[in-house]
């Protein structure tokens, strides 16, 4: 990856580079190892995605976990999950799981503000919602149909179909042929 990056964008020269991630251990070892001086953002998107998991069943709760990211009060959602737990809104296995995770993240969710005065605001994404979504619309979806299984090729050959029509090369592809 670090190669790749490299190659195409020259990354050992860029002066800012944002590390966008679902918070597994891995990528912040290798932002270490191979992205010195780089930032590691957790992306928004995983971090209410765990939440909504597992508050799914108490809107209430999930709207005040959310909330506290929202007006950067995250430093407060490790002891808001304890509390769930011992007053019985999510399982004890759930929550200290959860919480590690936030733990281990913490400082990396508005981290994204260190870069506010060195890159233009519309780079300054904190989550990959939209691409998420797009993955599911374009990819999810048509693999898991029900009854449907695939071949690694088969799959691959769908995949880039499906990746044609969404670019818009559909059609030029087969008048090529």
Same mark, same amino acid.
């Given at each position: 990856?670090?190669?790749?990056?490299?190659?195409?964008?020259?990354?050992?020269?860029?002066?800012?580079?944002?590390?966008?991630?679902?918070?597994?251990?891995?990528?912040?070892?290798?932002?270490?190892?191979?992205?010195?001086?780089?930032i590691?953002?957790?992306?928004?998107?995983?971090?209410?995605?765990?939440?909504?998991?597992?508050?799914?069943?108490?809107?209430?709760?999930?709207?005040?976990?959310?909330?506290?990211?929202?007006i950067?009060?995250?430093?407060?959602?490790?002891?808001?999950?304890r509390?769930? $737990?011992?007053?019985?809104?999510?399982?004890?296995? #759930?929550?200290?799981?959860?919480?590690?995770? +936030? !733990?281990a =993240? @913490? &400082?990396?969710?508005?981290?994204?503000? $260190?870069?506010?005065?060195?890159?233009?605001?519309? #780079?300054?994404?904190?989550?990959?919602?939209? +691409? !998420?979504? =797009? @993955? &599911?619309?374009?990819?999810?979806?048509?693999?898991?149909?029900?009854?449907?299984?695939?071949?690694?090729?088969?799959?691959?050959?769908?995949?880039?179909?499906?990746?044609?029509?969404?670019?818009?090369?559909?059609?030029?592809?087969?008048e090529?042929?």
């Amino acid at each position: 990856m670090s190669y790749l990056g490299e190659e195409k964008y020259s990354t050992s020269c860029a002066e800012n580079i944002l590390l966008l991630s679902d918070g597994d251990k891995w990528i912040k070892n290798y932002r270490v190892s191979y992205l010195p001086g780089s930032i590691h953002q957790l992306d928004h998107y995983h971090l209410k995605k765990r939440l909504r998991q597992t508050y799914s069943g108490n809107p209430d709760l999930l709207d005040k976990a959310l909330n506290l990211i929202h007006i950067k009060k995250e430093h407060k959602l490790p002891e808001f999950v304890r509390l769930s $737990k011992i007053n019985g809104a999510i399982e004890e296995t #759930v929550a200290d799981e959860l919480t590690s995770y +936030i !733990e281990a =993240n @913490i &400082d990396d969710i508005w981290v994204i503000d $260190k870069l506010a005065e060195k890159v233009p605001k519309e #780079v300054l994404v904190v989550g990959s919602e939209a +691409i !998420e979504k =797009n @993955i &599911d619309t374009n990819i999810a979806r048509r693999f898991k149909g029900r009854g449907m299984s695939w071949s690694c090729q088969g799959a691959r050959n769908l995949m880039a179909f499906r990746l044609m029509y969404a670019n818009g090369e559909f059609d030029s592809y087969f008048e090529a042929i």
